[in-house]
Each structure stands twice: as structure tokens, then as C-alpha cells.
């Protein structure tokens, strides 16, 4: 099972490279990486296995953030009935809204391990095209919470942290313009 310590810190250069795109069949190494993401932020949002194993709550992973620089991710999002996950490997955003939204209480990343004050304004609603671990196109229409970890892990992605979409000037800037989640 990964643990924290299996996760960069922002300090790491690692995390700035852009990832490369991923070519078909997935190696076992890859599926391997894509489980270990997927339990890791299971079991990070199961309060009593968090607790018990030392993890940070999280949502969504791409593999840069564990040393592996190729276009994948996982997001895992609690429903009534367990947990739903979104595994997409070369994705991209192929539409947005026009409306932009922020999270009100500041986004958080597994790799940056301290609170960082300001709005990111991201798209209300994001279509996310890719392909399954089995090389199957998928188009995923997202919104609100699970557009943001769309975003975010695209970001990852291309070398981004979410901090960069701060304005450093002004760290509320624009609020008044976009919806807080």
C-alpha cells in the first residue's frame, strides 16, 4: 500500500516535469501504480484506515505525484453507496462552461503539505476525453467537486501545482466573479 512518504512533496522537481503520454497495452507496473492509487485514496477517505495507517485525505492522484512522469489518473469520489472511481489515462479537457467556481475553503494537495490561503478559479462543469486501463475511449462529463479534481490532476499533469493559480498579488482576487463550492 503507498503512504505518505511514497508521495513527492512540492519541494521535489520531479513534480514540475510534464508527464508523457501512454502507450498501449498498459504495462503491469502501470496497472500496478493505477491500483495502488485507487486503494491509497479508498482507504484515505475511510476515517478509522486514514487514522491507521497515517493518510492524508485525498481525492485524486496522477502518477507524477509518486515519481511516475506518464498521463494518468485516479480519482475516487464517496457516494452513498461506497466510493466511485475515475481512472483515465491521456486525458484532456475537450469543452468547459463559461462559469468558473473556486473551492470556498481553499484546494489542498496530497504533495503540498501545508494550508495556502487563496482562491483557484477553475470551470463549474469540464468534459474530460481519455481511455480505461484497457485502452477503451471514454468521454467523462464532470461538475463541481469532481471537475475540480479533473482539473487539479491535469495540472499535475503538465507540470502545475494548484498554488500556481493564485494570484500572488492579490490572493482573493475575483472572488466576487465566481461561485464558491
Given at each position: 500500500m503507498?503512504?505518505?512518504?511514497?508521495?513527492?512533496?512540492?519541494?521535489?522537481?520531479?513534480?514540475?516535469?510534464?508527464?508523457?503520454?501512454?502507450?498501449?497495452?498498459?504495462?503491469?507496473?502501470?496497472?500496478?501504480?493505477?491500483?495502488?492509487?485507487?486503494?491509497?485514496?479508498?482507504?484515505?477517505?475511510?476515517?478509522?484506515?486514514?487514522?491507521?495507517?497515517?493518510?492524508?485525505?485525498?481525492?485524486?492522484?496522477?502518477?507524477?505525484?509518486?515519481?511516475?512522469p506518464k498521463r494518468?489518473?485516479?480519482?475516487?469520489?464517496?457516494?452513498?453507496?461506497?466510493?466511485?472511481?475515475?481512472?483515465?489515462?491521456?486525458?484532456?479537457?475537450?469543452?468547459?462552461?463559461?462559469?468558473?467556481?473556486?473551492?470556498?475553503?481553499?484546494?489542498?494537495?496530497?504533495?503540498?503539505?501545508?494550508?495556502?490561503?487563496?482562491?483557484v478559479p477553475?470551470?463549474?462543469?469540464?468534459?474530460?476525453?481519455?481511455?480505461?486501463?484497457?485502452?477503451?475511449?471514454?468521454?467523462?462529463?464532470?461538475?463541481?467537486?469532481?471537475?475540480?479534481?479533473?482539473?487539479?490532476?491535469?495540472?499535475?499533469?503538465?507540470?502545475?501545482?494548484?498554488y500556481d493559480?493564485?494570484?500572488?498579488?492579490?490572493?482573493?482576487?475575483?472572488?466576487?466573479?465566481?461561485?464558491?463550492?
Amino acid at each position: 500500500m503507498l503512504k505518505m512518504k511514497d508521495i513527492l512533496d512540492e519541494k521535489d522537481k520531479t513534480l514540475r516535469q510534464i508527464s508523457e503520454e501512454v502507450s498501449f497495452p498498459l504495462s503491469k507496473e502501470d496497472i500496478d501504480n493505477i491500483n495502488l492509487m485507487e486503494e491509497y485514496l479508498v482507504n484515505s477517505q475511510i476515517e478509522e484506515k486514514a487514522i491507521k495507517y497515517d493518510l492524508r485525505p485525498g481525492m485524486g492522484m496522477s502518477a507524477i505525484q509518486i515519481g511516475v512522469p506518464k498521463r494518468y489518473i485516479v480519482i475516487v469520489n464517496e457516494i452513498e453507496e461506497g466510493f466511485e472511481s475515475y481512472i483515465v489515462i491521456n486525458p484532456k479537457i475537450t469543452s468547459n462552461s463559461a462559469e468558473m467556481i473556486y473551492v470556498e475553503d481553499g484546494e489542498g494537495c496530497l504533495s503540498v503539505n501545508r494550508d495556502v490561503e487563496g482562491i483557484v478559479p477553475r470551470y463549474a462543469r469540464v468534459t474530460v476525453e481519455g481511455f480505461d486501463i484497457d485502452g477503451n475511449k471514454i468521454k467523462i462529463r464532470a461538475r463541481e467537486e469532481i471537475a475540480i479534481a479533473f482539473q487539479h490532476e491535469l495540472d499535475h499533469l503538465n507540470g502545475i501545482l494548484f498554488y500556481d493559480r493564485i494570484d500572488k498579488k492579490d490572493p482573493f482576487k475575483n472572488k466576487d466573479l465566481y461561485r464558491s463550492i
